[in-house]
């Protein structure tokens, strides 16, 4: 019912699906571009169209009463920022433990142009040994969907490139918003010592 509901509300509005669903229990999934507030709502409605059940992280206070419950049936994890927690660890040890985990991480953190990706996604699924699937909304196409999985490496560099690739000519809804698809690690790598 949620499936077929999805499918019909992202067809009604003029979305067209493209990719297959991937084929993992386990991995993490990266959503670009991300420029608007509407790139959330399109995510949880082409998850549900292929009926994907995700899990994503969001900042503890924006699970508060009475939203806190909503927000977890959705998929939501809270995160505590300001304390002293290792974000990647921790999602690399529920990664272990889970038969079943689709993680869905932002790279690029913010709904404003940023020179770099967050890396957490990265370590993430290096760390926990999980593909990392890309996803994207391509507004100028009115696409969504998904793309081949990649299995991370030892070349950060060259692991990125694929995703460089990837989402070439894919435009969000502020085109002006998606940045450089790049981590720092790969810029500190380059710097002489």
Same mark, same amino acid.
């Given at each position: 019912?949620?499936?077929?509901?999805?499918?019909? *509300?992202l067809?009604i509005?003029?979305w067209?699906?493209?990719?297959a669903?991937?084929?993992?229990?386990?991995?993490? *999934?990266i959503a670009?571009?991300?420029?608007?507030?509407?790139?959330?709502a399109?995510m *949880? /409605? $082409? /998850?549900a169209?292929?009926?994907?059940k995700v899990?994503?992280?969001?900042?503890?206070?924006?699970?508060f009463? !009475?939203?806190g419950?909503f927000?977890?049936?959705?998929?939501?994890m809270?995160?505590i920022?300001?304390?002293n927690?290792?974000?990647v660890?921790?999602m690399v040890?529920? $990664?272990?433990?889970?038969?079943? *985990?689709?993680l869905v991480?932002?790279?690029?953190?913010?709904r404003?142009r940023?020179?770099?990706?967050k890396?957490?996604f990265?370590?993430?699924a290096r760390?926990?040994g999980?593909p990392?699937?890309p996803?994207f909304l391509?507004f100028?196409?009115?696409r969504g969907g998904f793309g !081949?999985p990649l299995e991370t490496?030892?070349? /950060?560099?060259a692991?990125?490139q694929?995703?460089?690739d990837f989402?070439t000519g894919?435009?969000?809804k502020? !085109?002006?918003?998606?940045?450089?698809i790049r981590?720092?690690?790969?810029?500190?790598?380059?710097s002489?010592r």
């Amino acid at each position: 019912m949620k499936q077929r509901f999805a499918r019909w *509300l992202l067809q009604i509005t003029g979305w067209q699906f493209e990719g297959a669903r991937p084929d993992y229990d386990r991995y993490v *999934l990266i959503a670009a571009p991300h420029t608007s507030n509407w790139d959330f709502a399109l995510m *949880l /409605a $082409f /998850a549900a169209a292929f009926d994907i059940k995700v899990t994503w992280m969001a900042k503890h206070n924006l699970f508060f009463w !009475p939203m806190g419950w909503f927000m977890r049936a959705m998929g939501g994890m809270p995160i505590i920022r300001h304390k002293n927690t290792n974000v990647v660890d921790s999602m690399v040890e529920i $990664f272990k433990t889970a038969s079943q *985990l689709v993680l869905v991480v932002p790279t690029e953190g913010t709904r404003e142009r940023t020179e770099h990706w967050k890396s957490g996604f990265y370590h993430i699924a290096r760390q926990a040994g999980v593909p990392i699937v890309p996803s994207f909304l391509d507004f100028s196409r009115k696409r969504g969907g998904f793309g !081949p999985p990649l299995e991370t490496t030892d070349d /950060a560099r060259a692991d990125m490139q694929y995703f460089r690739d990837f989402y070439t000519g894919m435009k969000g809804k502020f !085109p002006d918003k998606f940045g450089p698809i790049r981590l720092r690690e790969e810029e500190d790598r380059e710097s002489p010592r």
